[in-house]
């Protein structure tokens, strides 16, 4: 996107996203502020990121990414959209930076199979539900996925990995004659 970037990454080693992605901004700010002759931070905020489920949402998590650009309007079919992996995944282009997953392996047993089930794939629609659940699990940096796979997540992180219900915000009193 012309803003920003959507990345599926899957990591062997604990906290290798973390690092990479700090290297990567510290780098490229570097790089973008030396070239530019600049001194002001570059992005407004960190990036976003939440675990996903495997089997569960790994695939329409691709969907997602990947049909970002054409529900932007920026193309009408997502193999109109240069910086995209769908490239790789629907068409065979070869791409050194994607390495295909497990369940995209699974799709087909040749090469040719996988791509024409991806491509299959884009046909179905993303419900509006299902995009609402991604962005707000992204946006709260929140587990997507089932709920044993939530349980896993928290047990290994030793923390809160779950979408919260919205609460209204506890009232704030001025001063202390506001109490009657």
């Known amino acids: 996107m012309s803003n920003h970037v959507h990345l599926l990454i899957t990591a062997n080693i604990k906290g290798a996203i973390e690092a990479s992605m700090r290297s990567l901004a510290h780098r490229y700010v570097t790089y973008f502020n030396h070239t530019y002759r600049r001194?002001?931070?570059l992005w407004e905020e960190g990036y976003k990121s939440c675990f996903v489920d495997i089997q569960?949402?790994?695939l329409?998590?691709?969907r997602y990414i990947e049909l970002k650009p054409v529900r932007a309007t920026l193309v009408a079919d997502p193999e109109q959209y240069i910086w995209t992996s769908y490239h790789a995944n629907a068409l065979g282009a070869l791409d050194s930076l994607i390495r295909p997953h497990q369940?995209?392996?699974a799709l087909g047993s040749t090469p040719e199979e996988r791509q024409a089930s991806y491509r299959e794939l884009f046909r179905q629609v993303i419900g509006d539900q299902r995009l609402k659940e991604i962005r707000?699990?992204?946006?709260?940096?929140r587990t997507l996925g089932t709920?044993?796979?939530?349980?896993?997540?928290?047990?290994?992180?030793?923390?809160?990995?779950?979408?919260r219900l919205q609460r209204r915000p506890r009232r704030r009193y001025s001063t202390?004659?506001?109490y009657w």
């Open 39 to 41: 001194n002001d931070p």
């Open 56 to 58: 569960s949402y790994l």
């Open 60 to 62: 329409t998590c691709y």
């Open 103 to 105: 369940e995209y392996l």
């Open 136 to 141: 707000e699990h992204i946006e709260l940096q």
């Open 147 to 163: 709920r044993q796979f939530r349980e896993a997540v928290e047990a290994e992180l030793e923390r809160a990995a779950r979408m």
């Open 176 to 178: 202390p004659y506001d």
